[in-house]
């Protein structure tokens, strides 16, 4: 398990766990196959904004239950276009995972598509894309946002020392309500992204290093320290699985 918040949601309605092991955020360093970083199309968008944000949506479904809607994607683009309105040096960077955009109205679709302050990556099988991977694109935005507080992209965000915001206009808070402007309604949307955008440097460093102390998000690598655990583990029993084969 990550953090206390993680262990206490394992197994709560099976059988008993002997022992614990905590081990660190684990998705570092992710390699993808075929992968060739960030298009140069990207690159150049960039290096004409002052800030940008980064909208990961949710997937969404009209046919099947999900933990948003499309009617919630809509309603965060429209105010991602109320923010581009009042200030032109600010890029949204819409990352689809797996075709999230293909609900949305035509009215929304045309404003995505054709604003210079959008810059959209279409995507229905992520690991097929050769180009701007989510990882490799959050290090160069100023704040993520996304629909669900589940989201790995979250984590992702704070692992490369990016704030977020979860936009949830219909479930009950999580825990990351008790951090200032990372769980908002809809209403408070606005004002919490000019908090993050506006926040001074030492600020913000300070409040990230609180959220990925308690969330355990270190440099360490959870892969390898799950690795090793397994390893002294097999070390310790290696007489009991000796003696069973």
């Not at 766990?17 to 993808?32: E, T």
């Not at 990961?56 to 948003?68: E, G, L, N, Q, R």
């Not at 959209?120 to 290090?139: A, G, V, W």
Request: glycine letters at 2%; charged letters at 25%.
């Amino acid at each position: 398990y990550m953090n206390e918040i993680d262990k206490k949601n394992i197994n709560n309605y099976g059988g008993h766990i002997k022992n614990f092991y905590q081990i660190p955020f684990f998705r570092k360093n992710l390699l993808k196959q075929n992968y060739r970083g960030l298009s140069q199309e990207l690159q150049n968008t960039l290096s004409k904004f002052d800030k940008k944000i980064i909208f990961a949506p949710s997937m969404a479904s009209t046919i099947h239950f999900k933990p948003t809607s499309v009617e919630n994607i809509e309603r965060a683009i429209e105010e991602f276009n109320k923010i581009i309105l009042h200030d032109k040096k600010i890029l949204i960077i819409i990352k689809e995972k797996k075709g999230e955009l293909e609900n949305i109205n035509q009215k929304l679709k045309k404003l995505i598509f054709n604003s210079k302050n959008f810059y959209t990556i279409r995507s229905f099988k992520p690991k097929l894309l050769e180009y701007n991977q989510f990882e490799e694109i959050i290090p160069n935005c100023d704040l993520l946002v996304t629909l669900t507080s589940t989201s790995t992209t979250v984590l992702q965000s704070l692992d490369s020392n990016i704030p977020f915001i979860c936009l949830n206009d219909n479930h009950p808070f999580s825990f990351y309500k008790k951090y200032s402007n990372c769980e908002v309604r809809l209403k408070y949307f606005k004002e919490a992204v000019y908090y993050w955008l506006k926040l001074e440097n030492n600020d913000l460093q300070n409040l990230l290093n609180k959220i990925k102390e308690d969330l355990n998000i270190c440099n360490e690598n959870g892969l390898n320290s799950a690795a090793s655990v397994l390893d002294e583990l097999l070390k310790k029993n290696k007489d009991f699985f000796n003696e069973r084969n």
